[in-house]
């Protein structure tokens, strides 16, 4: 897998956005692209919905194809993650963590978690199926893309340009709200097929 496909943070913003956080990062020190909120916000006027209120169960809200369909946002900084030497060599790389994925109550309500990761101006995003995170996970961690020297993530399948959030998203949304439907005509397929099977074997 080759790994192009995190984005620019400064390429999320509108010039004056830009402009506005410059500022704020030369004359207060106050690192917009640091905030939770932030990056709710983003996620959300990227997929075309709505940030939630603070105490909400989820994030993230957007209507697509007439469902309602919420995600929970996590976004984590890189940092330095000092590793034991194992016969000389230093294992020390720079790594992604994100606690509590699906938060302290589990996050029942959500269809996905949305990862964010930013290192050295660039953001890597993974949408992953609610189903596909325990509800007990306390952490995930990874180590930064461009560090990993050809080795891959378990979590590296959900992985999407920030760009193409809005399509992935959708579909981890719908196969979440479809499955239980497939699941069903599966069901009944294989109990029209025994029947049938059962009817052919009378009449031989």
């Not at 994925?101 to 993974?126: E, F, H, N, Q």
């Amino acid at each position: 897998m080759t790994y192009n496909w995190p984005t620019p943070t400064i390429d999320l913003l509108l010039d004056d956005e830009r402009k506005a956080v410059s500022v704020l990062k030369s004359e207060m020190d106050f690192d917009a692209f640091s905030q939770p909120l932030f990056w709710e916000k983003i996620v959300a006027q990227r997929l075309g919905g709505l940030a939630t209120s603070h105490k909400a169960l989820h994030d993230v809200e957007v209507e697509i194809w007439r469902k309602t369909c919420r995600a929970e946002v996590k976004f984590s900084r890189s940092f330095l993650c000092h590793f034991t030497r194992i016969r000389g060599k230093d294992w020390s790389r720079n790594i992604f963590k994100w606690a509590k994925p699906r938060g302290c109550s589990g996050k029942d309500t959500v269809d996905a978690v949305i990862l964010l990761g930013i290192d050295s101006g660039m953001v890597y995003c993974w949408i992953i199926p609610k189903s596909d995170i325990a509800r007990n996970c306390s952490s995930i961690t990874m180590t930064v893309p461009a560090e990993r020297q050809g080795s891959r993530s378990r979590w590296d399948q959900y992985a999407v340009p920030f760009d193409a959030m809005l399509p992935a998203f959708a579909r981890v949304c719908h196969n979440r709200y479809d499955a239980p439907m497939r699941a069903k005509g599966i069901r009944e397929r294989a109990q029209e097929a025994v029947a049938k099977a059962h009817v052919g074997d009378l009449f031989e």
